[in-house]
């Protein structure tokens, strides 16, 4: 049992943990129940308080090489950032399947033996976060959305029945999405020429969110690793997707939820986020400069989620 103390960030503060190189983080894979490859990386140490990463659509277990970019990993957390079905490593769902992230992700729990955990959901992934926090309330000890998208439709809470409509027609995307989409098809990404090129056909929250980043080497061949994960299929980064349950008939109501979201944010705005958090004791909400929470607090966003289990422990 770990000493009581007043921060679990606080405990290891001297200590940090730089990321593994981008090409040999530690891997591994389970089998469940239908069959399927479930497949995740590891990163930093197997003594951490688990944090299980849900990338957004389009993003791999390898994601965090580019999302901490520069950043250390803050030493008490242990990183497992999943494949979704179909990226990377994980096996698709199979044709007349049923994907089910919520229970494939208690398969993975059970078979790391980690007890609890806080969940940390990027973009859509957010959606599969709350999505387990919602069945399986015990095994968590905070959800974390990161620059969460809310779905095609959108409006202010104050009409959540026709949640978000005055939104309708946007097209969701993340930081990724745009890079990709304003490379093209087929673009070496680990090319400093392919982004100088891109730079013009981005839109100015991607180039806002990818700042002087491109002109790094490791940071170029970290955004490539990812992508190649999902096998370049860019096209299904930006598909729109329905307004999660979380919005319209949030459940999870027992545990902490902190949201971290971009001033300028879009397609979802930060307002939007705010009035949905606004009364629902426990869930707060983080305003971060610029147009996307993905990039540049990482260390903040690890280390909140490590005090979750801390409070976990006191309750």
């Not at 990161?146 to 959108?154: D, F, H, K, L, M």
């Amino acid at each position: 049992m770990l000493p009581a103390v007043n921060s679990y960030v606080d405990m290891f503060d001297d200590e940090e943990t730089l990321l593994p190189g981008v090409e040999h983080p530690a891997y591994g894979a389970i089998r469940v129940p239908d069959g399927r490859t479930l497949a995740w990386a590891e990163y930093g140490s197997a003594r951490g308080l688990p944090c299980v990463l849900i990338p957004d659509t389009g993003s791999s277990r390898l994601s965090p090489a580019w999302l901490l970019h520069d950043s250390a990993l803050p030493s008490p957390v242990r990183l497992l950032a999943l494949d979704r079905p179909g990226t990377g490593a994980s096996d698709a769902v199979g044709l007349g399947g049923h994907s089910d992230p919520a229970e494939d992700l208690r398969r993975l729990v059970d078979t790391l033996a980690v007890g609890h955990m806080a969940v940390i959901g990027i973009g859509q992934g957010a959606d599969d976060a709350f999505a387990f926090a919602a069945r399986f309330p015990r095994l968590v000890t905070s959800v974390t959305a990161v620059s969460a998208r809310i779905g095609e439709a959108a409006a202010p809470r104050r009409s959540l029945r026709h949640l978000f409509a005055d939104r309708r027609g946007r097209v969701a995307g993340g930081a990724l999405g745009g890079w990709l989409a304003a490379a093209g098809a087929d673009a070496d990404l680990a090319s400093e020429g392919t982004w100088a090129k891109a730079l013009s056909r981005m839109t100015p929250e991607a180039r806002t969110a990818v700042g002087e980043r491109w002109q790094e080497a490791d940071f170029r061949a970290a955004v490539a690793a990812d992508a190649e994960q999902n096998g370049n299929a860019w096209a299904a980064i930006s598909q729109p997707h329905a307004v999660a349950d979380w919005v319209i008939r949030p459940t999870v109501e027992t545990l902490p939820v902190h949201f971290w979201h971009g001033r300028t944010e879009g397609p979802t705005a930060l307002s939007d986020i705010q009035s949905i958090a606004a009364g629902r004791p426990g869930w707060e909400v983080t305003a971060v400069e610029g147009s996307t929470a993905v990039m540049g607090i990482w260390h903040q966003i690890l280390g909140a989620a490590a005090e979750s289990f801390h409070t976990a422990s006191a309750a």
